[in-house]
Nanobody, 124 residues
Framework: QVQLVESGGGLVQAGGSLRLSCAAS????????MGWFRQAPGKEREFVAA????????YSPDSVKGRFTVSRDNAKNTVYLQMDSRKTADPAVYYC?????????????????WGQGTQVTVSS
């Protein structure tokens, strides 16, 4: 099992930037892909970005492509989500999760452990 702690959320103006961090402990972090999801009030949890175990490949949906960048530092057991040019549709609780596989995936059921989430709010 992996313990995940997200940080970096907060209130930012529309069009601004924010970087979320997710620190991991427990199971060997560098052996598994990591993902970011978000959930807005009244909506289902939505896939945002994923990165392979080595960081060599990433995957994200069209809704955030070009605006969000996922990266990882295996030496620090940390994965990041850089959010640029955020839109009013982006506020949500953002969660990081660790996959049971090495390959990046957007499938919710491929992730085993989840963090508590960090709130991101966008002001227009």
């Amino acid at each position: 099992q992996v313990q995940l702690v997200e940080s970096g959320g907060g209130l930012v103006q529309a069009g601004g930037s924010l970087r979320l961090s997710c620190a991991a402990s427990g199971r060997t972090f560098s052996s598994y892909a990591m993902g970011w999801f978000r959930q807005a009030p009244g909506k289902e949890r939505e896939f945002v970005a994923a990165i392979s175990w080595s960081g060599s490949s990433t995957y994200s949906p069209d809704s955030v492509k070009g605006r969000f960048t996922v990266s990882r530092d295996n030496a620090k057991n940390t994965v990041y989500l850089q959010m640029d040019s955020r839109k009013t549709a982006d506020p949500a609780v953002y969660y990081c999760a660790v996959s049971r596989y090495r390959v990046a995936s957007g499938g919710y059921d491929t992730y085993d452990d989840w963090g508590q989430g960090t709130q991101v709010t966008v002001s227009s």
